[in-house]
């Protein structure tokens, strides 16, 4: 019997609403994820008000909004979100504004109506699945908060404990302190985050009761919401014994946030959580790509190699990324086209999972919180992120990025086992230069400028070449070609990024400078495995369909 494409496909769509997605660590290491601030991504009806978001106020996104644009996100190649934690949060005005980005939980078992109803959140995760995509949701597990009852600055300061459900009375708590010595892990875990005006109060994850009701908590969660992944939020303060069972309860890829520069301290997290997010090598990328050529390129790949030899899984799991919610956007610093796209490169072209932080597609230029909370292409201090329109229109770091997604999907489509191959880094003798082997791709980056040129060179030994392939650069689609030797000399003028596969590597009937490819395979900018033509079907269970 013949079947039509068309008529699978309609048919496969009705199902996907009942999919369930195997959504192990593993799994998501072929996902490319698009981070939004859910107040600040887009209101549900299509509307475009004024928002100052230094007054850190809500501003009226919510998840409908999110729903509105996911044909822009999937536009782009993405087929995961991370989004806003979803939980109700303190009420009206603190000492620090309101809690629009969702961090300062007060009810863990009610949702932040906000952002909309349990019928919302529900749809918001249905319609990422109908397009085969994947929801991640931010959690906060450490604290909860209320604003003080008190009107003195004398510990331990009073609150209404009926707010903070399940939890009620003190005993759920650690004694307040603030942490004052970072290099106290005691005090790290125990004490808490904020101040005498917003405190965090310090969930105390050494009582039994509260670690139950944390693990039920999230088992919950996941299952009622049909939550595919979780970003975990301040995971260092919570001892590492907590994280397995957490894990365990959550059932999905867990990745957690350990904001500390040092990959030795980071690492133990690894064997509770799935992974984390790569903190340690961001600050080596920013450090590279916001201080001119003196910025040192050859730091980046010292930190990688070392998260490599102590995370747990290699960086296969990790987060990638150079922008995110809670750090200056790189456009703060520089706004040198080149460099930025050479920063934007990183993510796609290494082991870990590539994060993009919304609004760096559109130029966004905010510094720390809450300017990099915008909502707004235009270049003013306040507003949001509606009013760019999600345009795609002359926007070359759109462009970029789709191209990135494109060529990651393809070089997985290519290589078996590219997912599982350690990205390996070519010494070059300038420290503005960066040379990132991980077959089928060879990046070549720097932070030399709009203004320079910038060259590599690959040495025969390096073995990656016999001298008998093309290479196309999938961001130009030019082309160059090894010497008899298998050696490789590259310049770029205008210090952009090349990321360069062979010839073979790309689909001549695909959309990634197809011109220049020689290859078969069928991955391309329109055919980026995602949605439905993404998805691989594995199995079937309980008659609903298994993807990975």
Known sequence: MKYS???TAVASSSLLANTVFAASADDWTNRAIYQVVTD????????????????????GGNWQGIINNLDYIQGMGFDAIWISPVVENVQGTTTEGEAYHGYWPQNINSLNSNFGSADDLKSLSSALHGKGMYLMVDVVVNHVVANPTNTSSVWPETFDYSLLQPFGGSNSFHTQCFIDDYNNQTDVEQCWLGDSGLPLLDLDTENSTVVDTMYSWIKNLVSDYNIDGLRVDTAKHIRLDFWPDFAS???VYTVGEILIGNVTYAAPYTNGLDSVLDYPTYYAVYDAFTNGTSGNMSAIAEMVTQAQDQYNHGTFYVGSFVENQDNPRIQSTVTDQSIVKNAMTWPFINDGIPILYYGQEQGYQGGNDPANREASSRPLPLVSLWLSGFNTENKPLVTHVKTLNAARKQAISYNSSFLTTKAAFISQSSTSTLAVSKPPF???LTNAGTSSSASWSIPSS?????GSETLVDVLTCETVTPSSDGSLSVSASSGLPKVLMPAE??????SLCSSQASGSGAVGLKSLGVGLMGAVVVGIVSGMMVLA
């Open 5 to 7: 494409w068309a008529a």
């Open 40 to 59: 600040r991504f887009a209101l549900g009806n299509g509307s475009s008000p004024s928002c100052d978001t230094s007054q850190k106020t809500y501003c």
């Open 249 to 251: 309860n959550a059932g």
């Open 442 to 444: 060879l990046a070549l």
């Open 462 to 466: 390096a073995g990656l070449y016999t």
């Open 505 to 510: 590597a790309l689909s001549k009937s695909g």
